[in-house]
């Protein structure tokens, strides 16, 4: 995983996607992955929420239906993704395709699964139209990404330091409950991820360059590629939902 960073030195200029096929084919299987992913995503997260016996395993829910808060199994699922990402940056040095393909859905499946909790903490409207506003800002970000001459590694940088702070400043407010800092994260998160999805854009182009035809390398690539441009989709979403989001 660590032969993918966000990190990398070909010149944006230099990088004619006009003209290069292998490249549009390349980004075409990531946009594809992506679009599967978040498609499964939908249909596990309607799953877990809509079926009872499913819906009761992971969430305690009030006799009214709401969500009151989250069984053992299903805290546990809401954190499998991160832990999948963890063991995997130490246990997967030398990924083949074959590897980080399952980590790709292994970590769609858990997310998508997890995710019945928005479903059944906002109006049904609310998560369709705010998935709509994602969806739409993700395709014109990334399309930025993707034609923009400009070299965007000191951007992305800058915003690798911010979802550190971003980070930090979650964990603080689980303890505080501040309203304020709730809403100023939210903000921030939303900000924050906009950028990368422009930046991880144009670093899988880089990428594209740096292989040099390698096939096996390309179709790991497909995969850490689509992984970056689906978590940077979700965050988004997350946020979004957040702030625009009608609860029940």
Not at 22 to 33: D, P, S, T
Not at 74 to 86: D, Y
Not at 98 to 118: D, K, P, Q
């Amino acid at each position: 995983m660590s032969d993918f960073n966000r990190g990398y030195s070909v010149s944006a200029g230099r990088a004619d996607m006009s003209v290069d096929a292998g490249l549009r084919a390349f980004m075409l299987g990531v946009y594809n992955k992506v679009a599967i992913g978040l498609l499964l995503s939908a249909a596990l997260a309607y799953a877990t929420s809509a079926f009872p016996p499913v819906t009761q395993l992971l969430y305690v829910l009030t006799p009214e239906g709401r969500l009151a808060g989250f069984t053992l199994l299903g805290t546990l699922l809401r954190f499998a993704p991160l832990a999948i990402i963890l063991v995997s940056m130490f246990a997967m040095r030398n990924p083949s395709p074959a590897t980080s393909g399952f980590l790709y859905w292994a970590i769609v499946a858990t997310i998508g699964a997890s995710s019945g909790v928005w479903v059944l903490a906002y109006t049904g409207a609310s998560v369709f139209m705010t998935f709509l506003i994602t969806a739409t800002a993700f395709g014109a970000l990334s399309l930025w990404g993707y034609t923009t001459k400009r070299n965007l590694t000191g951007f992305g940088s800058f915003l690798m330091i911010g979802l550190v702070g971003l980070i930090v400043a979650s964990l603080v407010n689980m303890f505080l409950h501040l309203s304020a800092l709730y809403f100023i994260i939210n903000i921030v998160g939303v900000l924050i991820f906009a950028g990368l999805i422009a930046y991880d854009t144009q670093r899988l182009k880089m990428t594209y360059y740096q292989l040099g035809g390698d096939q096996a390398a390309t179709s790991v690539a497909t995969n850490y590629g689509a992984l970056s441009l689906y978590l940077d989709f979700i965050n988004l979403f997350q946020f979004l939902m957040s702030l625009l989001g009608s609860r029940r």
